[in-house]
């Protein structure tokens, strides 16, 4: 059931449901997240039982102010703090050592734990209602695309989960994830926020997961982290990543018996089936986050088989976007 994230009456009854140990879907910035609370196990198992996600696979925890990290960690290391002071509210999660006997399902069963300040206004009106952390992946079946608005998650669940509508997401794509238990920050996942960005806001150097598994020298490998599977976002339809060319000469060649196919990219291409659906790829990376997820479930509504994708451009800021369309065509 879909309500109105504004309404007062539909903000508490959700708080309500997530005090009983219930499930609710609340928009963020990045995407929708499917909630429950981070501090019962019980609960958070509905989490991983709904989406059909592995129980070792972690969670991120939400909260209302980065006053409530220090219910959920141990110890912030400097320049984590100056990543929070920087990015919250916002699309960054910050992953923390845990202390013990807290939201340990939320946290795989490690003992670190990702945690994020949103900044969507409705999620921050609703975690504040929760008066507790709530853990939130994204509200769709595991491994599946992330969805953005809140009748995508009614696609998802049907009627009887009770979604907070909140709008379309801003920025689209999920958040940057930056380990903060190692010494020095590590990027698990790139988001909408740059490395450069990154490092500006903390002072060190924010080393690539690969990067720190190359100089860590035994220290251990990074934590398990949201989103971070080889194959993820992935739609119905099979995703191919193309330069333009060859994705003109594939049309070229097909001509008017193409079939079944939707081509996303930024260069006009010229194409001579009216059963080929076409979008263009915004040419500002952000523009292209907020609206991918969108567009690649739109396709799979249409009933495609293969979805050709344009490469986006090697420069940094489209890190998020080139992270989740090669994780969609790994699938």
Not at 47 to 66: E, Q, Y
Not at 161 to 187: K, N, Q
Not at 198 to 207: D, I, K, P, Q
């Amino acid at each position: 059931m879909i309500v109105s994230g504004t309404d007062p009456q539909a903000l508490a009854e959700a708080a309500r449901r997530i005090q009983a140990g219930e499930l609710v879907a609340f928009p963020t910035e990045t995407v929708y997240g499917l909630g429950a609370d981070a501090s019962s196990d019980k609960a958070v198992a509905g989490i991983f039982s709904a989406k059909g996600r592995p129980a070792d696979h972690p969670l991120i925890v939400h909260l209302a102010d980065a006053g409530q990290v220090a219910d959920y960690a141990s110890g912030v290391p400097d320049f984590a703090a100056r990543l929070i002071k920087a990015f919250w509210p916002g699309p960054l999660t910050v992953i923390l050592p845990r202390r013990p006997g807290v939201a340990a399902a939320a946290a795989g069963g490690q003992d670190s734990i990702g945690l994020r300040c949103p900044s969507h206004p409705v999620a921050l009106a609703f975690l504040k209602a929760c008066n507790t952390g709530v853990a939130g992946p994204s509200a769709n079946r595991f491994g599946r695309v992330s969805p953005t608005t809140a009748q995508h998650v009614q696609q998802e669940f049907g009627d009887g989960l009770l979604v907070l509508d909140g709008g379309p997401c801003d920025v689209g794509i999920e958040s940057s994830i930056v380990d903060c238990t190692r010494g020095r920050p590590v990027l698990l996942r790139p988001g909408v926020l740059t490395r450069a960005q990154l490092e500006a806001a903390c002072g060190e150097a924010v080393l690539a997961k690969d990067e720190f598994e190359q100089q860590r020298s035994g220290a251990g490998a990074a934590p398990r982290a949201s989103g971070t599977l080889e194959a993820h976002y992935a739609p119905n339809a099979k995703v191919r990543l193309m330069e333009a060319g060859p994705i003109q000469t594939a049309l070229d060649l097909l001509g008017a018996e193409a079939a079944h196919i939707a081509v996303y990219a930024r260069s006009i291409v010229r194409i001579k089936s009216e059963q080929v659906l076409y979008r263009r790829m915004p040419d500002d990376a952000l523009a292209a986050a907020q609206q991918l997820f969108a567009v690649l479930r739109d396709f799979d509504a249409k009933g495609v088989k293969l979805i050709w994708i344009e490469n986006p451009p090697a420069d940094a800021e489209w890190d998020g976007v080139r992270d989740r369309l090669q994780r969609a065509a790994a699938s």
